[in-house]
């Protein structure tokens, strides 16, 4: 059984920063790409950030938001700077795990990220 546990949501105000982990755990021989999405109510769920074969940002996060890696430690960070309003929403840990026998995605549950004006 393979996990995706986030942490590091809360509430700002703007212009602050908060450091979202997501930490990966149960059988896992090898993990590919990780990354954090978001969605904000009554939107669609999108990308902010993957780390991969290469690293991409949304347009509207770049310049604040950075993702990085600890593979030792199956983690996966997401350390955002100079929130802004708009930054409000859930924010889902993702990544491509193989267990044994295939690759697969698997999601955290989640976790809300409020910000202030």
């Known amino acids: 059984q393979v996990q995706l546990v986030e942490s590091g949501g809360g509430l700002v105000q703007a212009g602050g920063s908060l450091r979202l982990s997501c930490a990966a755990s149960?059988?896992?021989?090898?993990?590919?790409?990780m990354g954090w999405y978001r969605q904000a109510p009554g939107k669609q769920r999108e990308l902010v950030a993957l780390s991969g074969s290469s690293t991409n940002y949304a347009d509207s996060v770049k310049g604040r938001f950075t993702i990085s890696r600890d593979n030792a430690k199956k983690t996966v960070y997401l350390q955002m700077n100079s929130l802004k309003p708009e930054d409000t929403a859930v924010y889902y840990c993702?990544?491509?795990?193989?267990?044994?026998?295939?690759?697969?995605?698997?999601w955290g549950q989640g976790t809300q990220v409020t910000v202030s004006s």
């Open positions: 149960g059988s896992i021989f090898s993990i590919n790409a």
């Open positions: 993702n990544a491509e795990i193989w267990s044994g026998g295939s690759w697969r995605t698997y």
